[in-house]
């Protein structure tokens, strides 16, 4: 692989390197109700990234200790598989995954309406299976629909989308050679409906010019992210009037 200073993140014709323009996304396929065991489950394809999520609660919260007598627990755990990227990771949590583990949760925690379950937790595992960019904010939005998909009741469903720079453009959507080696990653989630910021980070450099731009470029991408998010439910439990007969 080549260094930040020879490799060329944006063509003369403007392009990127997979042959996006600066505002577009990667394609996005979502699905729900995946596994069988779980309360929900959602799995995302989301340009080369492949997460599952599993979904298990309300249910009891365990050690006693973390019983909340107004409110739910909201534990999501992050896990980035061995095989998810081109070097094997070491399996196991690590600081990187515990504190997306602990961001993720948080902006959940924010959509939910875990005051009507006290006492209890609800579980959400987030396993990337192949790792390609951007799979904290990928992940994140997976869990939104694995969780509704549970039949948990949300004030909102969360989606999200990163910015960033990359050969000196602000960027949609970074691909992992922009991720790699571009100027900055700007992941922000959202509510999708109130577009109140649940989850923002940053990594590197960017004018408030530039954060402005890139903040415009996300609001307008969780807009399509979202119904992407409202197909992949609505799918599941539309019911094809012709089944039924005349």
Not at 3 to 19: N, P, Q, V
Not at 65 to 81: E, L, S
Not at 218 to 240: G, M, N
Request: with cysteine; glycine share 8%.
């Amino acid at each position: 692989m080549g260094t930040a200073s020879d490799i060329k993140l944006i063509g003369d014709d403007g392009l990127r390197l997979d042959g996006r323009g600066l505002d577009e996304l990667r394609p996005i396929k979502m699905e729900i109700n995946v596994l069988n065991r779980a309360d929900g489950s959602s799995y995302i394809e989301w340009g080369g990234n492949k997460i599952m999520v599993a979904v298990y609660g309300p249910r009891e919260a365990y050690p006693k200790h973390n019983q909340d007598i107004n409110k739910a627990f909201v534990r999501a755990r992050y896990n980035m598989a061995a095989f998810s990227v081109d070097e094997r990771k070491r399996p196991g949590p690590d600081r990187r995954s515990q504190e997306i583990s602990k961001v993720l949760s948080e902006a959940l925690e924010s959509a939910i309406m875990t005051e009507l379950f006290p006492r209890t937790q609800i579980d959400v595992f987030i396993e990337v299976l192949q790792a390609d960019a951007g799979t904290r904010i990928a992940g994140l939005t997976a869990s939104s629909i694995a969780v509704a998909a549970a039949g948990i009741p949300m004030r909102d469903l969360v989606v999200g989308c990163t910015a960033g720079k990359a050969g000196g453009k602000v960027v949609l959507d970074l691909s992992k050679d922009e991720d790699n080696f571009g100027e900055a990653d700007l992941p922000i989630a959202v509510l999708a409906r109130s577009k109140k910021i649940v989850l923002m980070q940053m990594d590197g450099d960017m004018t408030l010019e530039e954060i402005d731009q890139a903040h415009s470029m996300i609001f307008s991408a969780t807009d399509r992210i979202y119904q992407i998010q409202r197909e992949a439910l609505e799918s599941k439990y539309t019911v094809d009037a012709s089944q039924w007969g005349e």
